[in-house]
């Protein structure tokens, strides 16, 4: 009687014929086989990558088409990649990675929160203009400012440091600015107006109640932020001189130049494991991340 | 109305704001005047002189541009290959990521799975460990061609080097990278009111017709504005020309961003780097110009 109903309620004529319900069947197993197999497509560089770095380096491309081995499975790419280059271990490249997106995500998600504050709910003259400056500096690609910003930070003596790759990620980021201003503008304004009455700063508005409210938008935040700083690998190839300081992404390149001897299997290895970090916080954190591209529009 | 009656309550209880404003978004200003607005004038006056770096900049006047577009036959060969690349990695990128979201919209209990499996190229696809990736699957005797020989098929297309095919394969990098537009998709296509495709049923309306009245349109402010950000990136795309194919073969796939970083730092003419960074300016700033204007024709807005 309830299937009856559902049928109804959907707009199908009544139908329980046995017909009816094995086209139904066929068409979900058509489709959860498309579905699946065209995801499973998606993710096989990927997959073939890791079961890759698995493999002794010299059956990596006489067995391409093949992704296990039996008997053959090896730890000793890692081993191999491990060492670096020039002396500099990987575990180097992995502490300088983890310094730069550490630093700049704390930066930018303070800042971040506090402009989009003063976006969202102050009232003040050229509001308009400076949001507007803000949606051109979150369009505006870093490969144009990027030559320019090199000479000046060549004229103050910083290149070679971290300070031209985390710096300027301390004065807000527009994408980051756009999403806590989508987020506050959700919180009710009776909140800050009960506030203001028991005598509360706009300041204390923004330390007592903005903040513990949009905490899920600041994790967002945080995990796009990480995200994005541990890929960047343009301010590495353009600020950075020393391999020392080098972080990960930017060691990885070195696998690619052509002075370097190829050693794919360690050159695998090492790309499986610089995309644990981002890997796992995409498992872990995957509820925050497709929130905030949803709610902002605009990609990830 | 409501929201005018709100603004007039908190325009009497708090007045102006101007001081407070100003303080919080501060670091907003503060940082864009240095790291963007600076740099930016900076690169304006560089584009007029003759500068490596190591000697004073010399002005030159509008040399660079002229040489940009009279002599340097690289310049067009540039243009056209990213424009190239743009041309057809976005609309097939979009065109997929809609595709996939609508076959998404069915609840199952995979559900989860095969959002997670989509979107996961687009959140490490940036990285330089996909690009090396790319580079060695479509090598002569990379995965791409074993694996057609391991289904009979017999293949041993030098896909990077070739001209008519490197550029492709970035293409092909960029289209599997349809995540997160994907996600954007499925969230717009939730907001569509079921009623609209209720209606139009009882009305008689079949699948395309549904598909090209009803979710096209109502789409179209989330497609423009995903059209625009990919256009930008498109166009400035870097990392996938330098790791990947390095330009090669025969600059087939020399990307403008990747021509702009040849000339300031590797040839060490900065002027000349920063005149081809501002005609990128222009040029992109006149198409999102360009496409803002032929908002009305199809972008639907639904009027409140």
Known sequence: MARQKQFEYEGHYVDRTSKYRIKQTVLRVVYHLFTFVLAIVM??????????????????????????LPGQTTFENYVNGFRGFAGTSFSVFFKNSFIISALSTIGAVISSAVVAYGFARMNFKGKGFWFSCMLVAMMLPFQIIMIPQYLLFNTLGWVGTYLPLILPQWFGQGFLIFLNVQFIRGIPYDLDEAAMIDGCSVYGIFLRIIIPLIVPSLVTSAIFSFMWRWDDFMSALIFLNKPITYPVAYALKLFADPSASSDYGAMFAMSTL????????????????VEGIASTGIKG | MKEKK??????????????PGYLFIAPFIIGFSCFTIIPMLMSLYY????????N???????QNYITMFTSDALFKKVFGVTFRYVIFAVPLRLAMALMIAMLLLRNTKLSGFYRAAYYLPSVIGASVAVALLWRRMWSKDGVVNLLMQAVGINSTVPWLGQESTAIWTLIIL???????????????????????????????????QRFFKITLPMLTPTIFFNLINQLISGFMAFTQSY???????????????????????????????????????????????????????????ETE
């Not at chain 1, 073939?48 to 296990?68: D, G, Y």
């Not at chain 2, 499925?186 to 209606?199: D, F, R, T």
């Not at chain 2, 194919?245 to 021509?259: H, M």
């Open chain 1, 43 to 68: 993710l096989y560089p990927i997959i073939w990558m890791v079961f890759s770095s698995l493999k002794p380096t010299t059956e990596i491309f006489k067995t391409a088409a093949q992704l296990i």
């Open chain 1, 274 to 289: 610089s995309l644990i970090p981002i890997f796992t916080i995409f498992l872990t954190m995957q509820r925050y991340l």
């Open chain 2, 6 to 19: 709100v603004r007039e309550r908190r325009h009497r209880t708090i007045g102006n704001q101007n001081v």
């Open chain 2, 47 to 54: 584009s007029f002189t003759q500068y490596d770096i190591y």
């Open chain 2, 56 to 62: 004073p900049p010399q002005w030159i006047g509008v």
């Open chain 2, 174 to 208: 960029a289209v599997w990278q349809f995540g997160s537009s994907m996600l954007i998709f499925l969230s717009g296509l939730k907001q569509i009111p079921v009623a609209l495709y209720e209606s139009a049923t009882i009305d008689g309306a079949n699948g395309p």
């Open chain 2, 243 to 301: 790791i990947i194919t390095q330009g090669k073969p025969r600059n087939s796939t020399l990307f403008y961003a990747y021509y702009m970083y040849q000339n300031s730092f590797q040839f060490s003419k900065m002027g000349y780097g920063c005149a081809l960074a501002w005609i990128m300016v222009l040029f992109v700033g006149l198409l999102t110009f360009v496409l803002f204007r032929t908002q009305k024709l199809w972008v639907y807005y």
